[in-house]
T-cell receptor, first 114, second 109 residues
Framework: DVKVTQSSRYLVKRTGEKVFLECVQD?????MFWYRQDPGLGLRLIYF???????EKGDIPEGYSVSREKKERFSLILESASTNQTSMYLCASTNTGSSGNTIYFGEGSWLTVV | GQSLEQPSEVTAVEGAIVQINCTYQTSGFYGLSWYQQHDGGAPTFLSYNGLDGLEETGRFSSFLSRSDSYGYLLLQELQMKDSASYFC??????????FGSGTKLNVKP
């Protein structure tokens, strides 16, 4: 079974702190994603990576950056956390091509910024 | 840009059939997916339609009409455990996915 592991389930950070959310997948998937989920807004794409060191901005990249130094690992960075970044963050991965129709999600990281 | 519309909430009784509709406006459209998410859990894949027509997986079926930019998820023989949020998602530009805001399904005894 594909496993997408997010290192932290629950975090509480102070405004202005730098926050790292780590994600690892074990199925050699090319594509990895970071989504943010808020009530009534669904899942919104923050960043997308289709290869090591490659990234594309999603719909809401402001205030975030990402790093993909190894194929299995995709990190989301909040450079200076703000209260409006309090949310649930979901990491996901897929293959490329026709086998990439299924997105596999991690369990989510609940971030509270105070 | 991308846009998806689906109802925010649907209520049905155990044993009934429910249909959740999804309309989309997407450039670079590849296909339409459905995901289920229970409270506190991660979204899990239910189905994918790349071509027009009906896909059936057990009690769940999904339909796509590319000419109408429309799809639906059909859940039959509803069970209490089907109470969850259901998201439609378009696959576009080959490797990107855009999600709707979700439909909360309440199944009552």
């Amino acid at each position: 079974d594909v496993k997408v592991t997010q290192s932290s389930r629950y975090l509480v950070k102070r405004t202005g702190e730098k926050v790292f959310l780590e994600c690892v997948q074990d199925m050699d998937h090319e594509n990895m994603f970071w989504y943010r989920q808020d009530p009534g807004l669904g899942l919104r794409l923050i960043y997308f990576s289709y290869d090591v060191k490659m990234k594309e901005k999603g719909d809401i990249p402001e205030g975030y950056s990402v790093s993909r130094e190894k194929k299995e690992r995709f990190s989301l960075i909040l450079e200076s956390a703000s209260t409006n970044q309090t949310s649930m963050y979901l990491c996901a991965s897929t293959n490329t091509g026709s086998s990439g129709n299924t997105i596999y999600f991690g369990e989510g990281s609940w971030l509270t910024v105070v | 840009g991308q846009s998806l519309e689906q109802p925010s909430e649907v209520t049905a009784v155990e044993g009934a059939i429910v249909q959740i509709n999804c309309t989309y406006q997407t450039s670079g459209f590849y296909g339409l997916s459905w995901y289920q998410q229970h409270d506190g859990g991660a979204p899990t894949f239910l189905s994918y339609n790349g071509l027009d027509g009906l896909e059936e997986t057990g009690r769940f079926s999904s339909f796509l009409s590319r000419s109408d930019s429309y799809g639906y998820l059909l859940l039959q023989e509803l069970q209490m455990k089907d109470s969850a949020s259901y998201f439609c998602a378009v696959r576009y530009n080959f490797n990107k996915f855009y999600f709707g805001s979700g439909t909360k399904l309440n199944v009552k005894p």
